[in-house]
Protein backbone atom coordinates (compact mmCIF):
# COMPACT_ATOMS: atom_id res chain seq x y z
CA UNK A 1 0.00 0.00 0.00
CA UNK A 2 0.70 3.74 -0.71
CA UNK A 3 -0.38 6.54 1.27
CA UNK A 4 -0.31 9.83 -0.25
CA UNK A 5 -1.25 13.17 1.34
CA UNK A 6 -1.65 16.23 -0.56
CA UNK A 7 -0.78 19.88 0.45
CA UNK A 8 -0.36 23.59 -0.84
CA UNK A 9 -3.71 24.44 -2.32
CA UNK A 10 -5.08 27.29 -1.56
CA UNK A 11 -6.99 30.66 -3.44
CA UNK A 12 -4.83 32.52 -5.53
CA UNK A 13 -5.14 35.55 -8.20
CA UNK A 14 -4.76 34.98 -11.98
CA UNK A 15 -1.34 35.57 -12.87
CA UNK A 16 0.00 34.17 -9.31
CA UNK A 17 1.77 30.96 -7.83
CA UNK A 18 0.63 27.91 -6.02
CA UNK A 19 3.34 24.98 -5.06
CA UNK A 20 1.49 21.42 -4.03
CA UNK A 21 3.46 18.97 -2.53
CA UNK A 22 2.45 15.44 -1.97
CA UNK A 23 3.96 13.34 0.16
CA UNK A 24 3.85 9.56 -0.02
CA UNK A 25 4.59 6.73 2.36
CA UNK A 26 4.16 2.98 2.59
CA UNK A 27 5.71 0.90 -0.18
CA UNK A 28 8.67 1.86 -2.17
CA UNK A 29 8.21 5.50 -3.53
CA UNK A 30 11.03 5.21 -5.70
CA UNK A 31 9.94 2.39 -8.04
CA UNK A 32 6.59 4.21 -8.87
CA UNK A 33 5.22 6.71 -11.71
CA UNK A 34 3.77 9.71 -9.94
CA UNK A 35 1.20 12.00 -11.59
CA UNK A 36 -0.95 14.92 -10.86
CA UNK A 37 -4.68 15.04 -11.76
CA UNK A 38 -7.23 18.01 -11.41
CA UNK A 39 -11.10 17.83 -11.12
CA UNK A 40 -13.48 20.47 -11.99
CA UNK A 41 -16.82 21.39 -10.73
CA UNK A 42 -19.39 19.32 -12.96
CA UNK A 43 -16.73 17.80 -15.09
CA UNK A 44 -14.29 14.57 -15.47
CA UNK A 45 -11.17 14.04 -13.58
CA UNK A 46 -7.83 15.25 -16.41
CA UNK A 47 -4.49 14.20 -16.61
CA UNK A 48 -2.05 17.16 -15.75
CA UNK A 49 1.34 15.99 -15.41
CA UNK A 50 2.97 12.79 -14.52
CA UNK A 51 7.36 12.05 -13.52
CA UNK A 52 8.74 8.45 -14.03
CA UNK A 53 10.52 6.79 -11.46
CA UNK A 54 13.63 8.06 -12.57
CA UNK A 55 12.46 11.78 -12.61
CA UNK A 56 13.64 11.79 -15.88
CA UNK A 57 10.64 11.80 -18.08
CA UNK A 58 7.64 13.87 -17.69
CA UNK A 59 4.48 14.32 -19.74
CA UNK A 60 2.40 17.12 -19.08
CA UNK A 61 -1.07 17.60 -20.19
CA UNK A 62 -1.39 21.02 -23.48
CA UNK A 63 -3.42 23.04 -20.75
CA UNK A 64 -0.40 23.52 -18.92
CA UNK A 65 2.69 23.42 -20.90
CA UNK A 66 4.99 25.52 -20.16
CA UNK A 67 3.47 27.02 -16.99
CA UNK A 68 3.47 23.91 -14.47
CA UNK A 69 6.48 21.87 -13.48
CA UNK A 70 6.22 18.36 -11.96
CA UNK A 71 9.24 17.18 -10.18
CA UNK A 72 10.32 14.64 -7.45
CA UNK A 73 12.44 14.12 -4.11
CA UNK A 74 12.92 10.57 -3.98
CA UNK A 75 15.00 11.17 -0.66
CA UNK A 76 11.83 12.79 1.16
CA UNK A 77 9.16 10.74 -0.72
CA UNK A 78 7.52 13.58 -2.32
CA UNK A 79 6.39 14.77 -5.51
CA UNK A 80 5.75 18.37 -6.38
CA UNK A 81 3.82 20.32 -8.93
CA UNK A 82 5.13 23.69 -9.47
CA UNK A 83 2.18 26.17 -11.28
CA UNK A 84 2.55 29.35 -12.41
CA UNK A 85 1.11 31.74 -14.56
CA UNK A 86 -2.40 30.46 -13.31
CA UNK A 87 -5.87 30.84 -14.44
CA UNK A 88 -9.29 30.63 -13.67
CA UNK A 89 -9.79 27.48 -15.74
CA UNK A 90 -7.06 25.65 -13.94
CA UNK A 91 -9.29 26.31 -10.61
CA UNK A 92 -10.65 22.58 -9.48
CA UNK A 93 -9.41 19.57 -6.90
CA UNK A 94 -6.25 18.35 -7.46
CA UNK A 95 -5.24 15.16 -6.89
CA UNK A 96 -1.82 13.23 -6.64
CA UNK A 97 -1.31 9.61 -7.74
CA UNK A 98 1.18 6.65 -7.31
CA UNK A 99 1.40 3.58 -10.15
CA UNK A 100 3.23 0.86 -10.68
CA UNK A 101 2.85 1.23 -14.40
CA UNK A 102 5.08 3.97 -16.33
CA UNK A 103 4.54 7.73 -16.43
CA UNK A 104 3.53 7.68 -20.14
CA UNK A 105 0.41 5.26 -19.06
CA UNK A 106 -0.46 7.49 -16.46
CA UNK A 107 -0.75 10.30 -19.22
CA UNK A 108 -2.61 8.02 -21.89
CA UNK A 109 -5.09 6.99 -19.21
CA UNK A 110 -4.02 4.92 -17.37
CA UNK A 111 -5.91 4.50 -13.75
CA UNK A 112 -3.43 4.63 -11.06
CA UNK A 113 -3.10 2.36 -8.35
CA UNK A 114 -3.31 4.66 -5.70
CA UNK A 115 -4.67 8.29 -5.10
CA UNK A 116 -4.59 11.10 -2.74
CA UNK A 117 -7.68 12.52 -1.10
CA UNK A 118 -7.10 15.85 -2.94
CA UNK A 119 -6.47 19.81 -2.40
CA UNK A 120 -8.18 22.68 -3.92
CA UNK A 121 -6.23 25.06 -6.30
CA UNK A 122 -8.88 28.34 -6.41
CA UNK A 123 -7.84 31.00 -9.21
CA UNK A 124 -9.97 34.27 -9.28
CA UNK A 125 -9.96 36.15 -11.63
Known amino acids: QVQLVESGGGLVQAGGSLRLSCAAS????????MGWFRQAPGKEREFVAS????????YYADSVKGRFTISRDSAKNTVYLQMNSLKPEDTAVYYC??????????????????WGQGTQVTVSS
Open 97 to 114: AADSGTSRQLAYGKISDY
Open 26 to 33: GRTFSRYA
Open 51 to 58: ISWTGDIT
